[in-house]
Nanobody, 126 residues
Framework: QVQLVESGGGLVQAGGSLRLSCAASGRTFSMYSMGWFRQAPGKEREFVAAISPRGSSTDYTDSVKGRFTISRDNVKNTVSLQMNSLKPEDTAVYYC???????????????????WGQGTQVTVSS
């Protein structure tokens, strides 16, 4: 069972930056795609970004393209989300998760990910 610990959230003004990190343990990290999702109050959890097992491919939801960058370090078993030009609508709890299947194609579906961490709160003030 993989264990995940997200960190790096906080309160930032609009236009600012934050870098989220997710530390994973418990299985072969480098075999799995990793995803970041977020959940705002009263809304469903939604896809933000994903990265392939070796980091060669990435995918982003349209609202964060050009502002967020996902990356991973397979030696340290971490995945990061650099968030720039933050907007109030980015306010949410951010979660990382590994794909359920190794070496699979990138997915945006929550059902394709598992072992969710506790999340980290990001609040962007206007």
């Amino acid at each position: 069972q993989v264990q995940l610990v997200e960190s790096g959230g906080g309160l930032v003004q609009a236009g600012g930056s934050l870098r989220l990190s997710c530390a994973a343990s418990g299985r072969t990290f480098s075999m799995y795609s990793m995803g970041w999702f977020r959940q705002a109050p009263g809304k469903e959890r939604e896809f933000v970004a994903a990265i392939s097992p070796r980091g060669s491919s990435t995918d982003y939801t349209d609202s964060v393209k050009g502002r967020f960058t996902i990356s991973r370090d397979n030696v340290k078993n971490t995945v990061s989300l650099q968030m720039n030009s933050l907007k109030p609508e980015d306010t949410a709890v951010y979660y990382c998760a590994p794909s359920l299947q190794p070496w699979g194609a990138l997915s945006r579906k929550m059902a394709d990910f598992g072992s969710w961490g506790q999340g980290t709160q990001v609040t962007v003030s206007s």
